[in-house]
T-cell receptor
């Protein structure tokens, strides 16, 4: 059974650019959640996708958007990057059981 | 007031010590409580999952929830250097429906041999 995989692992962008981060969910999981973890902070919920539809969103502006594909993989897109977007972006997949999120290792984004 | 408060530490203990990690939360309606462990440069992994009040034990780990005081704890017995990591408390804000987790800041633990 493969776990959650994310790509790229590291990337550097400049202010105003756009970025796409990718996530493959764990086998058998149909729900994908994205979290932002700034340095020294706990992860913050961005949004969740269930069967290709957004199923909940945290306090993030519309320039954070996502997609889920029929195979349950997912993308996180961030437009008009700001310096404060520098963080570890975590993808997590889950099945029906409450709260058991399985996280990938994250994509570390640096915005200069 | 933040929904979940957690002392970020760092906390340093000798091998074999009992470790106590704690969080407080603000919303008495919360029912689902979790502890995640995050090693450096890795994603968080679920350690313990508790519904409502009470204790749950798994090997050297015990999770405790006191809903009357809105306090959650994780105890680690016979701590090992391999326990050195950041421990994050988390609460499920979707009423248990695998949704929005609210995390504390995390407590960085170092267990010295």
């Amino acid at each position: 059974e493969t776990g959650v995989t994310q790509s790229p692992t590291h990337l550097i962008k400049t202010r105003g650019q756009q970025v796409t981060l990718r996530c493959s969910s764990q086998s058998g999981h149909n729900t994908v959640s994205w979290y932002q973890q700034a340095l020294g902070q706990g992860p913050q919920f961005i949004f969740q996708y269930y069967r290709e539809e957004e199923n909940g969103r945290g306090n993030f502006p519309p320039r954070f958007s996502g997609l889920q594909f029929p195979n349950y993989s997912s993308e996180l897109n961030v437009n008009a990057l700001e310096l404060d977007d520098s963080a570890l972006y975590l993808c997590a997949s889950s099945s029906k059981r409450a709260g058991e999120l399985f996280f990938g290792e994250g994509s570390r984004l640096t915005v200069l | 007031q933040k929904e979940v408060e957690q002392d970020p530490g760092p906390l340093s203990v000798p091998e074999g010590a009992i470790v106590s990690l704690n969080c407080t939360y603000s919303n008495s309606a919360f029912q689902y409580f979790m502890w995640y462990r995050q090693y450096s440069r890795k994603g968080p992994e679920l350690l313990m999952y508790t519904y409502s009040s009470g204790n749950k034990e798994d090997g050297r780990f015990t999770a405790q929830v006191d809903k009357s005081s809105k306090y959650i704890s994780l105890f680690i017995r016979d701590s090992q250097p391999s326990d050195s990591a950041t421990y994050l408390c988390a609460i499920d804000d979707y009423g248990g429906s695998q949704g929005n987790l609210i995390f504390g800041k995390g407590t960085k633990l170092s267990v010295k041999p």
